[in-house]
């Protein structure tokens, strides 16, 4: 375990906090600060209400992404900013582990991962061996076509350890409320995950300290929230703080 950070709700959020885009390179590698999540989420793979204000640049695996909550749910929202790192998506999906003992290890913890595709060879293969000496005309087109098809495969979650869902793999159309999406934007691959608090033992009204990663086929991303603000604070915080440490 090497940092303690807090990712908690912030009751009151600046009026410019999603009204500016940040350039993948001035952001820091570990996220900074608290962040409440925006109203009105649609679990869609489209970044539009989250203003591109992503909060950290993963630089080993060129994800930018973000971690936050608000009353009911804990989010996960990504991008892939190259077509290597999307390939490796595609064959393993991001995974995005709990722990709410605050152990720094994957056993009795939470893992949610998606998408789960069937033969995802056959698309991340095809990204592989076509785009590295691509031509912008046949190659675009060719690009299309294999978002397009991710897309429609992305149809299955990998749940483990959580004990009200038996099965390990799980639909998109699930349910018990885990809301997970892909699309593009351009190139890009963007990903959003949202998973009810009471399905991991976490609620806002009582705040505990848990520990969380965040993974794909290998590669790990990593976060550090030093806390700070609104209903936030270190070690248990206050009020609506969900209190976060990685492993």
């Known amino acids: 375990m090497r940092r303690i950070i807090t990712i908690g709700i912030l009751i009151l959020l600046s009026a410019s906090l999603f009204a500016q ?28 209400e989250w ?15 973000i971690l936050c909550n608000d009353d009911k749910n804990l989010y996960t929202v990504a991008k892939s900013t190259d077509f290597t790192t999307t390939a490796k998506i595609i064959s ?32 991340a293969g095809g990204m592989s061996n076509r785009f590295e ?3 912008a005309g046949a190659d675009t087109e060719l ?7 991710t897309i429609l495969a992305a149809k299955q979650i990998k749940v483990l350890g959580i004990k009200s869902i038996p099965d ?26 949202a998973i009810p608090l009471r ?20 590669f790990r991303v990593e976060g550090r929230n030093p806390g700070g603000g609104g209903g936030g604070g270190h070690g248990g915080g206050g009020r ?8």
């Open 21 to 48: 885009e940040t350039p993948a390179k001035k952001l820091k590698d570990v996220q900074p600060g608290n962040m409440r999540a925006p109203s009105a989420i649609k679990i869609d793979g489209k970044l539009g």
């Open 51 to 65: 203003n591109n204000n992503f909060q950290a640049y993963n630089r080993a695996t060129r994800i930018v992404y």
């Open 92 to 123: 393993g999906g991001i995974t995005l582990t709990i722990n709410t003992d605050g152990k720094k290890k994957s056993k009795d913890g939470y893992s949610v991962t998606f998408p789960v595709i069937e033969h995802p060879e056959l698309l």
């Open 133 to 135: 000496n691509r031509n």
């Open 143 to 149: 690009m299309r076509t294999v978002h397009q098809r």
């Open 168 to 193: 390990t793999i799980i639909s998109i159309y699930n349910e018990h409320g885990i809301k997970t999406a892909i699309n593009f934007d351009g190139a890009d691959l963007t990903f959003e995950m």
């Open 199 to 218: 399905l991991i033992n976490l609620t806002v009204d009582n705040a505990r300290e848990f520990a969380y990663n965040v993974t794909l086929t290998g």
């Open 240 to 247: 609506n703080a969900l209190d976060f440490m990685d492993w």
